[in-house]
């Protein structure tokens, strides 16, 4: 730690001498982060570093045999590297052996192979050693970072200290004109340090944003984000901070029913979700008996009832209700039910005549039956207590009129006045189904169970008049996939049974209750002439009257639950697919579907809402209906769509299709950004994608694998063909200029170079060698080749003339800038070199990890490269500057171009599969795009293609952002509980 705080203050006070500013552009090293001191404290530790080593040069680590058993020291040496590389890494030695001592990171090279590092070494006996070294050392690690000789540093060192004794006389006379000076450039200096930190703030909590966005708790992730945008001013707006909001809010997202919303932790897994449709509220039981009462309007806990113990035994908790207008929720103990108003507070205790052995609530939340045995010694229930789970008051209590117990399948009418008790199998005794009536006592029904089907498995009141009982043979053998099961249908009258039948059921011990029957209608009656019937991976849809099979849904899943309502069915799978069916719309395929969650075992709906949790899962997923059309036009293509482009003033955007996924012919449709509509149309054979371009405002040029240049004229809906002569060559390559003006088509062992104005061949050029690589000037008059021994070939056309550069490197591919002045190549030893072209020499270098696949374009002032590795790291490198300005692996497809807008400072990045928006005057991701194709800055305009489906998108800025964040989530701010979780406000 001393030696930390000694290094940490020797560097941000060391000043680069005077003779070397100007050589090196600055007067000292930059700020000198320390994590321990200036880093928010957060239950997250990773994710600060990540940010803060996002933005530092280098990484000065303090090394002793301690340092290997910090997990914290180990994550943010592998982050740098994974960033930066390990050149950057500058190891100052604190005690132990460099063999004990140095972290293993830095023990070998990328290819493995041992090596030691150079090490500021500080090891001394007494602190006045340690500090006469940190001296000399200091200056040694400052060398490095600023990239200079330690000599050199050294003796300027020296001699700065030397005119400094000197200076103090002269300084003192001149102390009053200077203070006042010296205040206001403090106080510059303390607002910009202040400004960069709350620029470092908001980008970790764009980050934290984005962590807890993958977990899909996006409302949480939303106020995290929101916290990093400006607020009066003060906050200076970073694009990391818009980003996590726009993800947060799925603002580029196409239009789905369920849209992620909360992420509930609970302390144990979830035994039980309770909603009700008529509010947000919602209770949740926990394996440990935890009881977890939340509003999901509001997004927040209301309260917690913690798991009773007494005398060091857990009281089991068999279940819970929560009433249907929300206002109680009814705990069922084994000893004691116990009512809970909103506020937490107990307004009611029922004691039961014995401890409980069972308990079920209806699904209309207004009624509860207790089961328990009446001598208290037994196991098996034999009497069943009613309760209303709104005040806690007894009902009815039946004592059972057969030789069998009571078992836990147990159903209720609507209005929980007629319930129906299950019977558990025994020897030599008939099955009945139990039906009583609490409000009438004498309407008691004992309904026989076809005798071979003595497992109850499921009831079901269609109607006022009927029950539906599933049963199965005890013989069955129920751990297998199908057994047989009995449908039976009693008239409640008189308790006759109109009608059996049998059918197979699928059964699984993953999901508890989910063979259901639920009654429906055909959607031309309004009565509940039909009953879908959940079986494992079926539904059986049969005519109540008669029993008729009419129909069935095949689910590849196991399915969790259905609902019925009208003609309509919905189901939910295990796997997590959410279907709905219309009955008179048949029952082959959904009318909707959507993929919610991997694993789904436990639901329930509120209001607005639904929540879902997998077998074993100690979090909650919450999800809301959003039907809102977040897209402002959608537009149906023929085919399937591959790409796109827009015109250079935006009036127009193309979108390349196939009829089928393997065709040959691409079908290109342009259309109006103006009105969306289509205005021209026509088809080539198969195309070079990366050469479709708007040459102007009007034609769009299009090469095609068979040799021909294709030019559409937007304004005459022409389409003109031009033949290329290839010289019979069998593998062609084509490279077009920056300014569009020309394309030269090139082989091993020529060049073609044509003007796309004149649409004519303008340079012929026979090569004395064999090339791999081509590019043309924006002149049109000079080719750049690499040809088969490596070296670079400047082949000036207008006067015939060559210039070469030998190198002593494989180059993979090369990159010219648009003014012609350098040369970007991508070298077989892993590093990206930047040569001038009129000079020959390398301006600068750095790590490029990439085959030919990779990427590489400089931006249009030449400023810039842009890079995607073979690992898909994007880095956006400033070539003046000679640093990194950008590393991001966010982008995980390979990139298809790339197009900046100087007037917004927006840098399009089209990928194969999506498009990534980059703020580059701030340097930070904007927005995410999934497929998309197309960004036209001039009509903020983003535009997105899956299959034959073509969305169009207003991208929204901070206020728009803003906006639609207060219209989801009106004013509501994180707690001070998560803001103390998430590092907000901690100093």
């Not at 089928?660 to 009105?675: C, K, M, V």
């Not at 299009?702 to 294709?710: E, G, L, M, S």
């Not at 034959?948 to 989530?969: G, M, N, Q, T, V």
């Amino acid at each position: 730690m001393y030696v930390a705080k000694k290094v940490h203050k020797g560097l941000e006070t060391v000043r680069i001498p005077r003779k070397l500013q100007k050589e090196l552009g600055r007067k000292k090293i930059n700020r000198v982060f320390r994590d321990q001191e200036e880093l928010p404290v957060v239950g997250d530790l990773g994710i600060n570093i990540e940010a803060a080593l996002l933005v530092s040069d280098f990484l000065v680590v303090i090394c002793s045999p301690e340092t290997k058993e910090s997990k914290w020291v180990m994550k943010e040496i592998d982050t740098f590297i994974k960033i930066h590389g390990r050149k950057k890494i500058l190891p100052v030695l604190v005690d132990g052996e460099p063999e004990e001592s140095f972290p293993p990171q830095l023990l070998t090279d990328e290819e493995g192979r041992k090596v030691e590092p150079l090490a500021a070494d500080v090891r001394g006996a007494t602190k006045k050693e340690v500090d006469k070294k940190l001296k000399v050392e200091i200056l040694r690690v400052a060398a490095a970072i600023i990239g200079v000789e330690f000599d050199d540093l050294r003796q300027r060192q020296r001699e700065r200290q030397i005119k400094r004794n000197m200076s103090i006389v002269l300084g003192v006379a001149a102390v009053s004109l200077a203070f006042a000076t010296f205040s206001a450039y403090n106080f510059a200096r303390i607002n910009e340090e202040y400004q960069q930190k709350l620029i470092n703030e908001s980008k970790v909590l764009a980050a934290k944003s984005q962590d807890v966005f993958e977990t899909g708790d996006t409302k949480t992730a939303a106020l995290i984000a929101m916290e990093g945008m400006p607020k009066d001013g003060e906050r200076p707006l970073v694009p990391e901070s818009l980003y996590a909001l726009s993800m947060a809010l799925g603002v580029y997202d196409k239009s789905t029913m369920l849209a992620n919303d909360t992420l509930i932790h609970t302390d144990y897994a979830v035994e039980k979700i309770c909603t009700t449709s008529e509010s947000d509220i919602i209770a949740i039981l926990d394996a440990n008996g935890n009881v977890y009462v939340w509003n999901l309007n509001r997004g927040k806990m209301l309260y917690e009832i913690q798991a009773e113990i007494n005398n060091g035994i857990k009281t089991e908790v068999l279940d819970i209700c929560l009433t249907d207008d929300a206002s109680t929720v009814c705990v069922i103990y084994d000893d004691a039910v116990r009512g809970y108003d909103n506020s937490g507070e107990m307004v009611y205790e029922y004691q039961p005549e014995q401890y409980l052995l069972g308990a079920a609530v209806s699904e209309y939340k207004n009624c509860v039956v207790l089961e328990y045995a009446q001598n208290g010694e037994d196991y098996y229930p034999d009497t069943i207590a009613i309760l209303n789970p709104v005040d806690g008051t007894e009902q009815a209590i039946y004592h059972s009129e057969t030789e069998a117990p009571y078992s836990d399948v147990v159903t209720f009418d609507t209005t929980g006045s007629v319930i129906a008790v299950g019977h558990l199998v025994a020897s030599d005794v008939d099955n009945y189904v139990s039906v009583y009536c609490p409000l009438e006592e004498s309407n008691y029904r004992k309904l026989p169970v076809e005798k071979e089907a003595t497992i109850s498995m499921g009831f079901a009141f269609t109607d006022s008049y009927g029950l539906m009982v599933t049963s199965a043979s005890q013989d069955e053998d129920i751990n297998g996939d199908v057994i047989s099961a009995t449908v039976q249908y009693f008239n409640l009258v008189d308790g006759a049974a109109q009608w059996s039948t049998k059918l197979d059921y699928y059964v699984t011990d993953y999901i508890d209750g989910s063979y259901q029957i639920e009654p429906f209608d055909d959607g031309s009656s309004e009565t509940f002439t039909l009953s879908a019937i959940s079986a494992g991976r079926k539904i059986y849809i049969v005519d109540n009257r008669t029993g008729e099979l009419l129909d069935q849904v095949n689910s590849d899943s196991y399915i969790s639950q259905i609902l019925t309502g009208g003609e309509n069915l919905v189901l939910m799978t295990l796997s997590g697919n959410f279907r709905t069916y219309t009955y008179s719309q048949g029952l082959t395929n959904p009318f909707y579907e959507q993929t919610i969650a991997n694993e789904v075992t436990r639901f329930g709906f509120t209001e607005t809402r639904l929540a879902v949790c997998g077998d074993s899962d100690s979090e909650v997923r919450v999800y809301y209906s959003d039907d809102m059309q977040r897209y402002d036009k959608c537009i149906t293509i023929d085919g399937h769509s591959k790409d796109g482009v827009c015109s250079p003033d935006g009036e127009y955007y193309m979108i390349a299709s196939s009829p089928e996924e393997d065709s040959e012919e691409i079908l290109y449709t342009i259309y109006d950004t103006n009105s969306y509509n289509e205005v021209g149309t026509f088809t080539t054979q198969t195309t070079f994608f990366t050469g479709i371009q708007f040459i102007d405002n009007d034609t769009l040029f299009v090469p095609t694998v068979d040799y021909k240049f294709v030019f559409y004229s937007v304004e005459k809906q022409k389409k003109d063909v031009m033949e290329i002569d290839v010289h019979g060559a069998e593998e062609v390559g084509e490279s077009i200029s920056e300014n569009k003006k020309y394309v030269a088509v090139f082989s091993y062992d020529f060049v073609d170079v044509y003007d796309l104005e004149t649409r004519e061949l303008c340079h012929h050029k026979e090569l004395s060698t064999d090339i791999a690589l081509c590019s043309v000037s924006s002149t049109g008059d000079m080719v750049y080749t690499v040809d088969e021994h490596g070296t670079i070939r400047i082949e000036n056309l207008a006067d015939d003339t060559e210039q070469t550069i030998d190198l002593d490197y494989e180059i993979i591919s090369f990159e010219v800038s648009p003014d012609d002045k350098y040369m970007a190549l991508n070298c077989d030893d892993n590093t990206l070199r930047i040569i001038n072209i009129d000079t020959e020499k390398e301006e600068t270098s750095f790590d490029y990890i990439a085959d030919v696949d990779g990427y590489m374009s400089f931006s249009d002032d030449g400023k810039y490269i842009y890079t995607q590795s073979s690992n898909n790291y994007f880095r956006i490198y400033d070539i003046e500057d000679e640093q990194m300005v950008l590393v991001s692996d966010a982008i995980t497809s390979k990139i298809r171009r790339t197009d900046y807008d100087e007037a917004t400072g927006v840098l399009a990045v089209t990928t194969t599969r999506d498009m990534y928006l980059i703020d580059e005057n701030a340097v930070g991701l904007l927005a995410y795009i999934d497929s998309g194709r197309i960004f036209v800055p001039e009509k903020g305009l983003i535009i997105s293609g899956t299959g034959s489906e073509i969305l169009i998108f207003h991208y929204k800025d901070a206020e728009e952002l803003l906006e639609e964040a207060h219209r989801r989530y009106g004013d509501q701010e994180l707690g001070d509980e998560q803001k103390l979780l998430y590092g907000i406000g901690v100093e």
